[in-house]
């Protein structure tokens, strides 16, 4: 992809993702979200970090709130997650996934709270491979091929997504900045749990209806702007 078409992408997907957090209403996260897994598959994950860190930064600095940090954190970590993936490159992803649940269990917290509110976590960590050796198919204009590595992707991106947020608010101590006790932090963990689950499945569903159109679109430009 030339430097011009590389600059082009990750000023609009940069701007894409600072409106989408403007807009959002409803459940936990902002709509950023929503397009964390096209950042990684399309811009890669080098370029993807940038465009998610420089549009989230940017709306949460027109628009600040008291959780900026986890936003700043987990959407351009997440939308480099999507980027290895889809470049069948799993280790790094694997990588993070040890180091951070390896933390959330070790702290008394991790440990105390419900083990089924980070399920979509421990799923996608078992999903890393295969979407990763699936991720390498979502440029070679296979509509089935493209659909199915598509979901895979963007579950491990939202999913890495909120196993950050996690990572931020237990293991790395934030809790305390928000909560002056343990059931605090249970009582929303245990709520967001349930818009995490809704998150997920409409990530995906929009993945699926948006990406797979605007993937193959972009296929044909990658084409036609190396040929």
Sequence with gaps: MRKSLQVSLASVFAALHAMLYFVSFGLWRNWGIYLEPLEGII??????????????LTARMIKPDAFWMFGVIAEPLSVLAAGFLSKGEWKPVLAMYTVM???????PFGRALPFWTILDILFALV????AAKLGVNLFKGNVRRLSIALALVSFVCIATDSLLRVFLLVPCGLHTLFFTSFEGLYAVFVGAAFDSYVEDVIVVVVSFLVGTPLLLSTSKLLRKNEA
Excluded at 50 to 55: I, K, R, Y
């Design 101 to 107: 649940l390896s933390a959330y269990f070790l702290h």
């Design 127 to 130: 999903l890393t491979f295969p």
């Design 43 to 56: 811009l890669g994950p080098k370029i993807g970090f940038f465009a998610a860190f420089v549009g989230s």
